[in-house]
């Protein structure tokens, strides 16, 4: 465990999204969760969306490795920002997140997430 609960709910994440498993990754949102997806151009709330952009972006060989972050939490909420690559088939995707968790009875669970590809100059 690192001394940031937003540091261990991100690679979490990131172990969830190696599995392949969509079902799995979904369980780890709110149920009206927000994701704004790397790979999507629409806003997807609750569990349906995330799924269907998780089975979707699954379907390619697909692994993440952590580049920065920067996590901050206090009880109820953690909020970690920063850049992860995307491995996609082999293919490197340079990309910027911000993860924000909630915290309800003792569980994590991710209340919003955005990510997007990081522009090139």
Do not use: C
């Amino acid at each position: 465990m690192s001394e940031h609960i937003a540091s261990d709910l991100l690679q979490k994440w990131v172990k969830t999204v190696q599995s392949g498993d969509p079902k799995q990754i979904t369980e780890l949102y709110e149920n009206d969760a927000l994701l704004l997806g790397t790979f999507s151009d629409k806003e997807r709330f609750g569990h349906e969306l995330i799924f269907e952009y998780f089975e979707n972006l699954l379907k390619s060989d697909v692994d993440v490795k952590i580049i920065s972050e920067r996590p901050i939490d206090n009880d109820k909420i953690a909020v970690n920002s920063g850049f992860y690559n995307f491995i996609v088939d082999g293919k490197t995707i340079e990309a910027r997140f911000s993860f924000v968790f909630h915290s309800s009875n003792s569980e994590w669970k991710i209340l919003s997430h955005h990510s997007s590809i990081v522009p090139k100059n």
